[in-house]
Structure formats: structure tokens, C-alpha cells
């Protein structure tokens, strides 16, 4: 026994039509990028409450660093560590600590079962959480750099370069902080992991690596953050060296693609569970 289809009446919203083949099926899944600015827009609405207070922390975090360090350097080149690895400090802060806690809790809680069926790409709920995170970064970002200049007397000629390192070492943050809250079994491990790589970003990008020992300057190589510091740091010189400043920002334009695509591999391990 068939099934007449539904006619559709004028002026009256479409209808599915059942068939004696069965329902009809539904539409194509959302593309990548009309997706990832819907995550984008919801994410970055619903983070806007709590803006203020993590700016605050994180600047604030940064700027302290800067005024405790101003009496122990003794170079320029030392300053400018200080300085480049002060201002990423906020960058990780955001996009590496709060991210992992952010996807810690959202998976402990059943909030990835939401996700899971809107018709939106993994990536996108992943690159677009990552992205409204990483946007609180940039405030706080040049507010720092531009009061480490004036304290350390540096020049704010090449601050523009931010534009440039905030995204690439936020994105290679993030996929990290991401995938950390993703994978960690327990929201408190996430919570930790973040603290951990945060930690790691402020003592290994603050200091000067010149008064570090070996082995702690092959780690300092090791975190994707340090290239973002080392990009910023060499634009203090006179006559920076650009190619070097490009050949550190592609590790981090690298590294951010891999570690997305590990917390995109992460986001839908999670959400089969």
C-alpha cells in the first residue's frame, strides 16, 4: 500500500513527501566556512559576558610579569624577550588554559551531544570555538606589548607584527588547548593540562633564553608558542631580519594546522562516546 505524496498548496511552506520508497532524505550537511561562522557568532556571544574579567586577568597577568622583570635585565636583547614572550603570555592564557577548560567541562557535562546534532563539520565546532577564544586575545595582546615597549624603552615601529603573530601562535595554541580538554578523561585533568602548558609558555617565553641551560632551551624549542616570541623579538633590531621572522611565524602557521587537525581527530573521538 502506497502513500500519495503531499502536495504543496500555494503560498503555504513546503512539505516532505513520504513515498512508498520510504522518506524523503535530508539535505547536505553544512559547508566548512557558513559553519564555522555560525560556532564563531554563537561562541564569541555567549564568552562576551565574561570579556572584561579575562582581559583584565590576563593583562594584568602580563603586565606584572614585565614590571617584576624590569630590574633583573640587563640588555636590550634580554628586554626584548621579556617583552615579545609577555605579550604571548596573554595569548596562551586564552587560548591554550581557558580553551582546555573550556572543552574539558563541555565534555564531562554531555555539552558535546548538542553539537553532535546540529548538521555542522567537527572542524567547524572546533576551529570556530578556537577562533571566538582567541579573538579576546587581542586587546590584551597589544595593550601589553605597547606598555612593555615604554617600559623597556623599545620601539613600537614593527608593533604590526602582531597582526600576524596573534592568529598563527593562537591557532597553534589552541589546537593544543583543544585538544587537551578533548582527550583528558576528567575535566580536572584538563583544567591541569592547561594550567601546565600555560605555565610552560610564561617561564619558557619570558626568560631570556641566553641564561637558560641547554636542555631547557631544546624544550624552549619545543613549544610552538616560543616561535610566535622569537618572530616579535626580532623585530626590535635595526634592520630586522625578515626572513627569519617569516620562517618563524610559518612553524607556527605549521604547527597550528596540525594541532587543529588533532583537536578536530579529539572532537570526534568525544562526540562517538
Given at each position: ?7 504543496v498548496l500555494a503560498g503555504s511552506a513546503p512539505t516532505v513527501e513520504n513515498t ?254
Open positions: 500500500m502506497s502513500v500519495a505524496p503531499v502536495k512508498a520508497q520510504g522518506p524523503a532524505r535530508l539535505g547536505p550537511r553544512a559547508r566548512l566556512w557558513p559553519s564555522l561562522v555560525a560556532v564563531y557568532r554563537a561562541q564569541l556571544s555567549r564568552a562576551r559576558v565574561a570579556r572584561i574579567p579575562l582581559l583584565f586577568v590576563a593583562t594584568f597577568q602580563s603586565v606584572g610579569i614585565m614590571i617584576m622583570m624590569r630590574g633583573v635585565v640587563d640588555t636590550r636583547g634580554e628586554a626584548q624577550s621579556v617583552v615579545a614572550g609577555s605579550s604571548i603570555v596573554v595569548v596562551a592564557y586564552v587560548a591554550l588554559n581557558l580553551l582546555s577548560q573550556y572543552f574539558g567541562q563541555l565534555r564531562a557535562s554531555g555539552g558535546l551531544d548538542h553539537y553532535a546534532t546540529l548538521p555542522v563539520p567537527p572542524a567547524a565546532v572546533v576551529l570556530g570555538a578556537a577562533a571566538a577564544y582567541a579573538s579576546f586575545t587581542v586587546p590584551g595582546t597589544l595593550v601589553t606589548a605597547v606598555f612593555g615597549c615604554l617600559l623597556f624603552g623599545l620601539p613600537l615601529t614593527n608593533l604590526w607584527i602582531l597582526l600576524a603573530v596573534i592568529p598563527l601562535a593562537g591557532a597553534a595554541l589552541a589546537g593544543l588547548g583543544a585538544a587537551c580538554g578533548l582527550l583528558a578523561p576528567r575535566p580536572e585533568l584538563a583544567t591541569l593540562l592547561g594550567q601546565l602548558g600555560m605555565s610552560a609558555a610564561l617561564l619558557l617565553g619570558v626568560l631570556p633564553p641566553d641564561r637558560m641551560p641547554e636542555i631547557v632551551r631544546l624544550a624552549r624549542d619545543l613549544l610552538p608558542s616560543t616561535y610566535g616570541v622569537e618572530a616579535y623579538a626580532r623585530t626590535f633590531g635595526n634592520g630586522p631580519d625578515w626572513a627569519r621572522v617569516l620562517a618563524d611565524l610559518g612553524v607556527c602557521a605549521g604547527v597550528g594546522v596540525i594541532s587543529l587537525a588533532v583537536a578536530t581527530w579529539a572532537y570526534r573521538r568525544a562526540a562517538v562516546r
